[in-house]
Nanobody, 122 residues
Framework: QVQLAESGGGLVQAGGSLRLSCAVS????????MGWFRQTPGKEREFLAA????????LYADSVKGRFTISGDSAKNTVFLQMNSLKPEDTAVYYC???????????????WGQGTQVTVSS
């Protein structure tokens, strides 16, 4: 079983930055692809970004392209989401996800972390 643990959320002012981390308990074929989603109350989970451990493939949602950067440290089994130029509408619970062969933009990834709250004040 794969476990994902997010950290790095918190309160930040608009225009600020945060870096989220996702520690992966163990890497298997089930974690070939890693990604991030977010969710606000009453809304469906929104895809943000995905990456392979080699870093040769990345994918971003249009809503965060140019502001958010996904990266991975395979030696530490950790994936990061660097978030810059944050806006109040970025306020959400952010989830780390893993899947061997995901439908990237669909919230059907196999493994999910517990989530970390990000709040952006205006």
């Amino acid at each position: 079983q794969v476990q994902l643990a997010e950290s790095g959320g918190g309160l930040v002012q608009a225009g600020g930055s945060l870096r989220l981390s996702c520690a992966v308990s163990r890497r298997t074929g089930s974690t070939d692809y890693m990604g991030w989603f977010r969710q606000t109350p009453g809304k469906e989970r929104e895809f943000l970004a995905a990456i392979t451990w080699t870093g040769t493939y990345t994918l971003y949602a249009d809503s965060v392209k140019g502001r958010f950067t996904i990266s991975g440290d395979s030696a530490k089994n950790t994936v990061f989401l660097q978030m810059n130029s944050l806006k109040p509408e970025d306020t959400a619970v952010y989830y780390c996800v893993a899947d061997p062969n995901p439908q990237f933009r669909s919230p059907t990834w196999e493994y999910w972390g517990q989530g970390t709250q990000v709040t952006v004040s205006s």
